[in-house]
Structure formats: C-alpha cells, structure tokens
C-alpha cells in the first residue's frame, strides 16, 4: 500500500489523524529534550518513535558520559579548548560554548526533577555519565507528566509540506500496520544517525530516515565526509564500548604488540584488513576494573556469557561502522536548530555537529551534550514558530513529500527487495577500505553503483513484498550513502575522521565546511559566507 | 541475538513486546510471545532490561544464532544477569545511583 490510500486526489486523509503545535520525530534524548521544551513553552506536542521511547537509539543501549562543568572553572576552559584543539579547525568557538553551557544547566536539571546520580566516595553529585535506559526512561516519564503524546512503534515515512513550509508528517505502525498523519505548526527531526545496520551497539534503527524525509522537503546537509567512524566491539559481538580499550594492549595473531601511536584504532583498522586482532584489557587498575564493572554492566555481557575474563585473557575484535551516529554529518541547522526549510528544525545526531566538533567524532560526552542543547533549543524555537502562526497553521493545505518508495516513477518492480537493497549499499560503506581508508578511485566507482542502485530504486521500488518502513529506511540509507560519498570526493585531503591514502595530508586551503544534498541529482559545495540554500 | 522465551518463567506482560526497539516479537492472547523476527534483533540487551521475570536471553552473538539450553542458563545463573547487575527490579530502573563510572575518569586516560 502506498501513501496514495492515505491521501486521496481532493487530500483528505484516512487513518489516525491528530494536530499538534510541534511534531517531534524520533525518541531518543534529543527527541526527548525538544519535546519536553516545547511543552514547557505550551506547545501540544505528539513524539513519534519507530522502536519504543526508551530503548530506541544508540544512547539506550549504549549509555554515554556527558560534559559537566561549572562555568568559569578551569575544567570548563579545559574543555572548550579540547574540543577547539580536536576539531581540525572546522568548530566554532561560540557554539562550543553554548552546548558546553548548555550541557551544564539541563544536566542540572535532570537532578533537580529527581534524577538519580550517584555519588563519588567523596559524597559529590556525580554528573559525568548516564545509563542510557535508565536516562530514557526518566525522560519518558517526564514527558507523560508534560501531556507530551508518545506514540511508539510509529515510524514517519515522509512530511507534509505546503508551499515548501513544513506542515506535518504521515508515517505508520509497525504493530497494527495503521497509517497515522499529524498536522503541525512545526516538526523537530531528531532521528539518529545512519550507522547502515552494522550491528553497533544500539544502532540498528538508525538508518537515515529523517535525512531522507528531510531532503524530500529540499534541507541541507554538512559534514557529510566526516564519517570514517567505527567502534571496536569483541568480534562476536554488538557492544562496541569504546572506552574501554583505553586500557587495551591490542596484538596480533601471532601476538606482536601493535604499535599505538597516533589514532589508537588506525593500527586496529590497518591489522584488520589483512587479519585478526586481539585485546586485552590489562592496562585497568582493580579500581577501573571495579568501575567498568558497577558503572557499565553492558560491557560484560558478551564476555561473562562467552566466559572470558577481558582483563587477563585476549579476546578478538572488530571494527563495527558508526557513519552519523558518532561521526558528524547530518542537517545543517542554526543556533535555534532550524534547518534550512521552514517549519522544520532538527536536533541530536539527525543534525551536523560540524560547528561545534569540526572533523572528528563527538562519540560520548560530546554528542550526549550536543544532543540536550541542540534538542533543547529546537523544541523551544519549533514551540515559537508553532505559536507565531496561530489559527492559521492547520488551515494550510497540506501535501505529500515523500517520493523515493512510496510514489514509484516507473512501474513496480517486485524483484527489487529490501534486503538486497540493503547488502548492495552496505559493501559500498561498511568495508575498512570504504570508509575508515578512502580513495579517489574507490569511492568514484562507489559513486556510480549507488547512482545506479537509486535510479532503479526510485523508478520501481516500492513495498510490494516489504514493509513500506522496511522500504523507506533502505532507501535513506541508499541515499545517506550517496551524500556520504559524494562529500568524501569533495574533500581531496586528509581531515580528522576524512582519510584518504591517494591526499594523507591536511590542506589548509580546504579548512572549510561542505555542504551537500540533493536527491535524483546529488550535489557538494564548499560553504561560502551564506551557503546556497540559506541565501535562496 | 534474542534466543529464548522462557515458557516456564514469562507471565504474558508483553513487555519485551513494547520495548523491543525492533520489534522482534509478537504477542500471542493469553501465551507467552513468540520470537517473530529473530533476524531484526540488534543485540542491544535492553528486552531483559524490561522483563519483570527475567525469562528472556540474548545471546552475546550479534552476527549468528545459537541454540541454547534453558536449564543450563539457568544453573549458570545468566538469565536476568544483565538486569541484576544493573540493580533494575521488575523491569524498572534502579541502581543508578549505585553507578561507579566516574572511576574510569580518574587516571585521565579518557578525558570527557
């Protein structure tokens, strides 16, 4: 069935319809913290999640450390300065003042409403780190307490726009299979990353979908290149906590130690391609030891059950891809979190974090700050902008914007299915030598045979054997990749988590943003003082 | 990945069902929930998080099922150990002020 049924030739709808002030798409912090702002602003707000406001996404799963410090200490300028000096000059120094600030007053805020943090031995409030389920779970609770309509198992599948402003969105349930439209004054994406189902811990969801839907409505994209990003996880294994490794002596099958300077995981990733790699875990004092254990008990899952003791015996391991998820493309947005279509804000991972970690990974306390404020700030400018049109928000006619899978150009191919779709993307990002190493001529062929695989996708793809969330998700990740790769070919230089062995070097003439997008035709450009889509 | 439903154990809540971000199982009227996708399971651990009865395992195995024995699970104590270690009760959250994470930080070889 496609969204046609929905919305019949005069535009009227079938299907749970509700209204809203603020649409929120996407549950996890990020969603979390826009929905529960723009109710604190009065908004009526409806959160829609496609796995369960509480586990969905890579924070649940994974739990993350934060960014805690008073203002005006010496940690606070140690920290801004660390992520001015990481971020290969592509970071602005007031937006890593503002998160960092930001970061600050709403992790206070979560103590305040009651939320749980331990304490040092010391007896301090501890507020460095969050168990994700157990964060989510509290922030959902909150949202009930804010009147915030949660409905789960409820992916969008594309917007609704009117007169190139956003209106609302149409999406599904995956339980029920009933279509659900809600009209809006505004829409906040906060979907995730795109991690291209590597199995990484918790990021099987993320699969570009608010990219996808949000490129339909003409947004922009930046940073796109800066994903050359992968978690060490035991080979066997989802649990790709990277922090542990800190204390790793890593070596080879015939047990040579591999040699760590520099980027620790490069030696990883370069051993990986011509065979296996080991760890150990015997840098951790019993005092770490004991820490890890009370603090993330995910870590031991895959070794308590496969009874390995990860601290004296060596275990093998890989490299899972984490693309958007814990690199740093994503929408382009502003201080406010709106992106460049209006009507439509975005927050957390769905947006790029370029301004505020330049080139490299924001994985941790980084991207779980980044994901408060952003989604703090755009459920509250969302909220106004809902307000500031008044009656007439749902007196705008509203219109369909999802294209690829849900409105076929062609006729329908029924060969075309979801799993090959998305094998066929896969061998073009997931390999170490797509992604982690690139070169000119690897992703020009890459380039071609996702040009190919959309065309044919967008003339006959459609949810003829599939669910038509199955299909939309294969096809964000179709045309995440083809951003991914274009913007990796605009960058014929060596930039953080950019690395291409065919130009090793950092070229300061390239220290600028790129800002890509486009569907049928994809395009890349170096940021000027008003990026195109801004100024038009 | 998700490997077992303990016929014995699960009480019909369906809270693995709600929580599942993938929605890997099904529910059945008045019978435990079948393991309908098993494929979609993303190893992520968070269904014995929710299970008030600690009848589910996941095995550590992300790429590849296994077969999996419940008595022995049982006698090794690994059904319900992730939730027990992390102090959950019931499938609600609890422990958390019990987390010791900040000693990773102490020797500085991670900075936040």
């Known amino acids: 069935m496609t969204v046609e049924h929905l919305f019949d030739q005069r535009g009227s709808v079938s299907g749970l319809t509700l209204t809203a002030d603020v649409l929120v798409i996407g549950g996890g912090p990020a969603g979390a913290w826009a929905a529960l702002l723009a109710a604190a602003q009065g908004a009526k707000v409806v959160l829609v999640e496609k796995g369960f406001l509480g586990t969905g996404g890579a924070t649940a799963a994974g739990n993350t450390t934060t960014i805690h410090t008073l203002p005006g200490s010496d940690e606070r300028?140690?920290?801004?300065?660390?992520?001015?000096?990481?971020?290969?000059?592509?970071?602005?120094?007031?937006?890593?003042?503002?998160?960092?600030?930001?970061?600050?007053?709403?992790l206070n805020e979560l103590a305040d409403w009651g939320y749980p943090f331990p304490s040092t031995e010391d007896g301090v409030s501890y507020r460095g780190s969050l168990r994700g389920a157990d964060y989510l779970r509290f922030m959902r609770r909150l949202l009930r307490k804010a009147d915030v309509k949660v409905l789960d198992k409820s992916p969008a599948l594309e917007l609704l726009t009117s007169d190139g402003v956003v209106v609302g969105a149409a999406g599904t349930n995956r339980v029920s299979h009933e279509r659900w439209t809600v009209r809006s004054g505004a829409v906040v994406v906060a979907t995730g990353g795109c991690a291209f189902r590597s199995n990484a811990l918790g990021t099987n969801g993320l699969t570009g979908d608010g990219y996808l839907l949000s490129a339909e409505a003409g947004a922009v994209f930046s940073g796109m290149e800066f994903t050359g990003q992968y978690g060490i996880a035991p080979a066997f294994s989802s649990v790709t906590k990277g922090i542990i490794y800190f204390w790793a002596t890593f070596t080879d099958a015939d047990g040579n130690v591999l040699e760590r300077k520099g980027d620790r995981q490069a030696?990883?990733?370069?051993?990986?391609?011509?065979?296996?790699?080991?760890?150990?875990?015997?840098?951790?004092?019993?005092?770490?030891?004991?820490?890890?254990?009370?603090?993330?008990?995910?870590?031991?899952?895959?070794?308590?059950?496969?009874r390995i003791d990860p601290f004296t015996q060596r275990f093998p391991i890989t490299l899972r891809y984490e693309g958007t998820v814990r690199g740093v493309g994503g929408l382009v947005i502003d201080a406010t979190g709106a992106t460049t279509v209006p009507g439509l804000f975005a927050a957390g991972d769905a947006a790029s974090r370029e301004n505020f970690v330049g080139a490299t990974t924001g994985g941790g306390g980084p991207n779980s700050s980044w994901a408060m404020s952003?989604?703090?700030?755009?459920?509250?400018?969302?909220?106004?902008f809902a307000a500031a049109l008044g009656l007439r928000a749902q007196e705008r006619r509203a219109q369909p914007a999802g294209v690829i899978g849900l409105r076929p150009a062609g006729p329908i191919d029924k060969e075309l299915r979801v799993a090959d779709v998305i094998a066929a993307v896969q061998q073009e990002i997931l390999p170490l030598d797509r992604s982690y190493f690139r070169t000119g001529a690897a992703l020009a062929a890459s380039q071609e045979r996702l040009n190919d695989l959309w065309r044919e996708a967008r003339a006959g793809f459609s949810a003829s054997g599939d669910e038509v969330s199955d299909v939309r998700e294969a096809a964000s990740m179709i045309a995440t990749a083809r951003w991914i790769v274009a913007s990796a070919m605009g960058r014929p230089e060596s930039r953080g988590i950019n690395r291409r062995l065919d130009f090793p070097n950092t070229d300061p003439a390239q220290q600028h943003r790129l800002t890509a997008g486009g569907l049928?035709?994809?395009?890349?450009?170096?940021?000027?003082?008003?990026?195109?889509a801004m100024a038009s | 990945?998700?490997?077992?439903?303990?016929?014995?154990?699960?009480?019909?809540?369906?809270?693995?069902?709600n929580a599942c971000p993938e929605n890997v199982f099904d529910a059945v009227p008045g019978a435990a929930p079948v393991i309908a996708r098993p494929d979609d399971c993303q190893t992520c651990i968070l269904c014995e998080l929710y299970c008030p009865t600690h009848a589910l395992y996941v095995s550590p195995l992300a790429d590849a099922h296994e077969i999996v024995d419940e008595a022995l699970l049982e006698q090794a104590g690994l059904l319900g150990s992730f939730q027990r270690n992390m102090g959950w009760k019931r499938g609600v959250p609890a422990g958390t002020d019990q987390d010791l994470t900040y000693r990773m930080f102490e020797d500085r070889r991670v900075q936040p």
């Open chain 1, 77 to 106: 300028e140690a920290a801004i300065q660390r992520r001015m000096a990481q971020a290969f000059g592509l970071a602005k120094q007031d937006w890593v003042e503002r998160i960092i600030e930001d970061a600050f007053i709403h």
């Open chain 1, 267 to 306: 030696a990883v990733a370069r051993h990986l391609m011509t065979g296996p790699v080991y760890a150990v875990l015997d840098q951790a004092s019993p005092r770490v030891q004991e820490g890890m254990r009370r603090g993330q008990p995910n870590i031991f899952v895959p070794f308590d059950r496969k």
């Open chain 1, 520 to 532: 049928d035709k994809v395009w890349v450009e170096p940021e000027t003082a008003m990026p195109r």
């Open chain 1, 374 to 384: 952003t989604g703090a700030r755009a459920g509250q400018a969302a909220a106004a």
């Open chain 2, 1 to 17: 990945m998700i490997e077992l439903v303990s016929q014995s154990r699960c009480i019909h809540c369906n809270a693995c069902v």
